[in-house]
């Protein structure tokens, strides 16, 4: 069965860190690149982070820029986003996909809620809050 399953998620105080893992099963992520969106109460999912699936390139959303880190395990097929000096905006669930390189760095780039990627998990809920 093909899936991407985050974990990770949780509450914690502003200035904290998290971090989050997207594990897939059914297939090899290393072919796709790999994106984390959130989505908060009553707003539009949006892109924060992506990594390729070759040269390992990172891409971020101003918002998160200098506080998230996107990276990959292939051998664990796995990746992972950290989280540090967490605000109360970045509540939301977090949500990672796969899909074709160039459609990804675009869509974070752009701040996109991400149609159109091949597969998708159920999200993880982070919670930033005193």
């Known amino acids: 069965q093909v899936q991407l399953v985050e974990s990770g998620g949780g509450l914690v105080q502003p200035g904290g860190s998290l971090r989050l893992s997207c594990a897939a099963s059914g297939f090899a992520l290393d072919y796709y690149a790999i994106g984390w969106f959130r989505q908060a109460p009553g707003k539009e999912r949006e892109g924060v982070s992506c990594i390729s699936s070759n040269d390992r390139s990172t891409y971020y959303a101003d918002s998160v820029k200098g506080r998230f880190t996107i990276s990959r395990d292939n051998a664990k097929n796995t990746v992972y986003l950290q989280m540090n000096s967490l605000k109360p905006e970045d509540t939301a669930v977090y949500y990672c996909?796969?899909?074709?390189?160039?459609?990804?760095?675009?869509?974070?780039?752009?701040?996109?809620?991400?149609?159109?990627?091949?597969?998708w998990g159920k999200g993880t809920l982070v919670t930033v809050s005193s």
């Open positions: 996909a796969a899909g074709p390189q160039g459609m990804m760095v675009a869509t974070i780039l752009q701040g996109r809620a991400g149609f159109g990627m091949d597969y």
